[in-house]
């Protein structure tokens, strides 16, 4: 995910396969139905490497559609406000909802008591 969050940094023109989402979402055709042959190779991608991480006890078992929703939405909404907002506030965004990601779907709780570093 950091390696993508890079990626945003050097190219401040967006991404061509994040575009063609936007721009063929909703208009039927040929061009839309690879468009959407792309997104679904993606995000089937997401859910293996996410069945993947349960199977080796990286992740707790959970429903993997939501897993793959919600850690694709991150690099989203980077992407989104870096152009807006600027690089350094969606990369310090971006950062932070990843580890929150990863403690929530984490299969260890760690819990420290009072007082321990």
Known sequence: ???W???????SGGCV???SVTEYDDRPGPIRDQVLRNEQ????????TIQL???CGHLREGDTDQYAFE???????VHHE????????????GDSAVERWIANYS???LIRPRGMP
Do not use: K, Q
Request: some cysteine; hydrophobic content about 40%; aromatic content about 14%.
């Open 41 to 48: 190779r993606w995000r089937t991608e997401l859910r293996r």
């Open 107 to 109: 299969p260890h709780c």
């Open 1 to 3: 995910m950091h390696h």
């Open 5 to 11: 969050f890079e990626w945003v940094r050097g190219n």
């Open 17 to 19: 396969l994040l575009g």
């Open 71 to 77: 850690l694709y939405a991150i690099p989203l909404a």
């Open 82 to 93: 870096s152009g807006l907002f600027g690089y350094d506030l969606a990369r310090r965004h």
């Open 53 to 55: 991480a349960i199977d």
